[in-house]
T-cell receptor, first 113, second 113 residues
């Protein structure tokens, strides 16, 4: 398996634009997580899905952020409108449910100017 | 989630053992102790986990105190490739739910040649 695949790897966008980050989890994994990493706040869990259903989105910073998982092999994290403070590395991870091991993608480095 | 405390940074010489400590005095009976590491410009990577007994795998060993209020990750022979931020994380998993990981600030391990 190629592991968790995120795209794009780098994204530079202007303030106010819509940004969509994509994630393909490892086949057979039931759980999917979105994290954000910044120097100031470290790694923060934004949302997680189990069997394509959002279970906990309490980490989503505000209404500008939304996440979907239309099927078991694809998830998106959307920011609309984007702001400079959204600049961060966004990681997607997947895991078999109740497993102790989560597998992380390489991340998407987002820069909002 | 119960909190963990780790030193901000540690240094080790190449090919020597490294002992990375973690304090978790408020750990609950259902909390597993997980260790992840994050190499530069990569997503976090699972290292090891345990509940009460010491654990060994191909990457490392985990020594858990008898009262479970602290643990130590042991790298038996550090290599330059082990230079990373090491995170100690407590996580429990209520039946049927995914396992959420709350990352702290971790320990930055520097390996000296």
């Amino acid at each position: 398996d190629a592991g968790v695949i995120q795209s794009p790897r780098h994204e530079v966008t202007e303030m106010g634009q819509e940004v969509t980050l994509r994630c393909k989890p490892i086949s057979g994994h039931n759980s999917l997580f979105w994290y954000r990493q910044t120097m100031m706040r470290g790694l923060e869990l934004l949302i997680y899905f189990n069997n394509n259903v959002p279970i906990d989105d309490s980490g989503m910073p505000e209404d500008r952020f939304s996440a979907k998982m239309p099927n078991a092999s694809f998830s998106t994290l959307k920011i609309q409108p984007s702001e400079p403070r959204d600049s961060a590395v966004y990681f997607c991870a997947s895991s078999p449910t109740r497993s102790h091991e989560a597998f992380f993608g390489q991340g998407t480095r987002l820069t909002v100017v | 989630d119960a909190k963990t405390t780790q030193p901000n940074s540690m240094e080790s010489n190449e090919e020597e053992p490294v002992h990375l400590p973690c304090n978790h005095s408020t750990i609950s009976g259902t909390d597993y102790i997980h260790w992840y590491r994050q190499l530069p410009s990569q997503g976090p990577e699972y290292v090891i986990h345990g509940l009460t007994s010491n654990v060994n795998n191909r990457m490392a060993s985990l020594a858990i105190a008898e009262d479970r209020k602290s643990s130590t990750l042991i790298l038996h022979r550090a290599t330059l490739r082990d230079a990373a931020v090491y995170y100690c994380i407590l996580s429990s998993s209520p039946s049927g739910s995914a396992r959420q990981l709350t990352f702290g600030s971790g320990t930055q391990l520097t390996v000296l040649p």
